[in-house]
């Protein structure tokens, strides 16, 4: 058993779980933020499962689901959980009609590209991230999908890692809710270590993908339960303010 | 009336604030904003160059 595979899996069953408890939030309370966390975690944990397969065997849909839910879509549908929590209904609302309409054409052109893969590369020696270079076919030779990745991941840059840092940064300022600061710090330290780690790998450094994986996945949820968790409880003695919390 | 207050006094109110005084906070936090910042823009860059096919 590979170490790759050990951290696919760990990731994938971290993201699960925080998947299963955003979309829990989302049924009692409602709240389309939650739906799209819990659909773009949920995107997170397809990639994951399906890198795990990879270390293992090749199926070409496994590595469609692997391409099209782990490099393309996840951070740009976790990023519209938080565009529905920081912008106007209608923006946010906007925003998902492209949205949905670029995924739509992102998964069209992955399932064009898949009759041209070379599939004979595959090797479970090798991580996938390490081959799919080779394996799908390049830009110009029918691999248009490959273009469509840096749109959806800047998006997801600007409207997670962003998001998280002006939260952090409302609630620095007002020098209020200190468990929101912390929790968004670590969930934008969390998007940004996958984004580094899918940077390095479309650079030819794929080894270093499934810790990024492993520690976004720890990192995100963290700081999402510490975000959410209640302060902490006020003494008699701090609320006259003679001792720190 | 009474015992409403009397329940009051008896459940600990929870504290939303920032402590005074805390290098964390202060200064740490801000510093933190600042490079996780810089690091999101550069990786917006390094995206948006292999757009523009330059990586």
Same mark, same amino acid.
């Given at each position: 058993?590979?170490?790759? /595979? #050990?951290?696919?899996? !760990?990731? @994938?069953? +971290?993201?699960?779980?925080? $998947?299963?408890?955003? &979309?829990?939030?989302?049924?009692?309370?409602?709240?389309?933020?939650?739906?799209?966390?819990?659909?773009?975690?949920?995107?997170?944990?397809?990639?994951?499962?399906?890198?795990?397969?990879?270390?293992?065997?090749?199926?070409?849909?496994?590595?469609?689901?692997?391409?099209?839910?782990?490099?393309?879509?996840?951070?740009?549908?976790?990023?519209?959980?938080?565009?529905?929590?920081?912008?106007?209904?209608?923006?946010?609302?906007?925003?998902?009609?492209? /949205? #949905?309409?670029?995924? !739509?054409? @992102?998964? +069209?052109?992955?399932?064009? $590209?898949?009759?041209? &893969?070379?599939?004979?590369?595959?090797?479970?020696?090798?991580?996938?991230?390490?081959?799919?270079?080779?394996?799908?076919?390049?830009?110009?030779?029918?691999?248009?999908?490959?273009?469509?990745?840096?749109?959806?991941?800047?998006?997801?840059?600007?409207?997670?890692?962003?998001?998280?840092?002006?939260?952090?940064?409302?609630?620095?300022?007002?020098?209020?809710?200190?468990?929101?600061?912390?929790?968004?710090?670590?969930?934008?330290?969390?998007?940004?270590?996958?984004?580094?780690?899918?940077?390095?790998?479309?650079?030819?450094?794929?080894?270093?993908?499934? &810790?990024?994986?492993?520690?976004?996945?720890?990192?995100?949820?963290?700081?999402?339960?510490?975000?959410?968790?209640?302060?902490?409880?006020?003494?008699?003695?701090?609320?006259?303010?003679?001792?720190?919390? | 009336?009474?015992?409403?207050?009397?329940?009051?006094?008896?459940?600990?109110?929870?504290?939303?604030?920032?402590?005074?005084?805390?290098?964390?906070?202060?200064?740490?936090?801000?510093?933190?904003?600042?490079?996780?910042?810089?690091?999101?823009?550069?990786?917006?860059?390094?995206?948006?160059?292999?757009?523009?096919?330059?990586?």
């Amino acid at each position: 058993m590979s170490l790759n /595979l #050990v951290l696919s899996f !760990l990731s @994938a069953f +971290i993201m699960v779980v925080f $998947t299963i408890y955003v &979309l829990q939030r989302y049924f009692v309370r409602r709240k389309l933020y939650f739906l799209f966390w819990g659909l773009g975690l949920a995107m997170f944990a397809i990639g994951s499962f399906s890198e795990a397969y990879l270390a293992l065997s090749w199926n070409k849909w496994v590595f469609f689901c692997w391409y099209l839910f782990g490099a393309v879509l996840t951070a740009a549908w976790i990023g519209q959980g938080t565009v529905y929590l920081l912008a106007k209904q209608r923006t946010a609302q906007i925003t998902t009609v492209v /949205l #949905v309409t670029a995924s !739509l054409i @992102a998964t +069209i052109l992955l399932l064009t $590209t898949m009759v041209d &893969l070379t599939e004979s590369i595959f090797s479970v020696s090798e991580p996938i991230s390490e081959q799919y270079q080779e394996i799908m076919p390049a830009i110009a030779e029918g691999g248009i999908v490959r273009l469509t990745t840096p749109f959806f991941n800047i998006y997801g840059l600007i409207t997670l890692v962003g998001g998280a840092l002006y939260s952090t940064y409302l609630f620095w300022r007002k020098r209020i809710l200190p468990n929101r600061v912390i929790g968004n710090v670590l969930i934008a330290v969390g998007a940004l270590t996958i984004a580094s780690a899918s940077t390095l790998t479309r650079f030819g450094y794929g080894s270093y993908l499934y &810790l990024g994986e492993l520690f976004a996945a720890i990192l995100m949820f963290s700081g999402f339960l510490v975000a959410a968790a209640p302060g902490p409880i006020r003494s008699k003695k701090d609320s006259t303010g003679t001792t720190p919390v | 009336m009474e015992e409403n207050r009397a329940k009051q006094q008896k459940v600990p109110k929870r504290t939303n604030k920032m402590p005074e005084d805390s290098l964390f906070y202060d200064k740490l936090v801000p510093i933190l904003l600042i490079v996780l910042g810089v690091i999101m823009a550069l990786l917006i860059l390094i995206a948006a160059g292999i757009l523009l096919g330059f990586f």
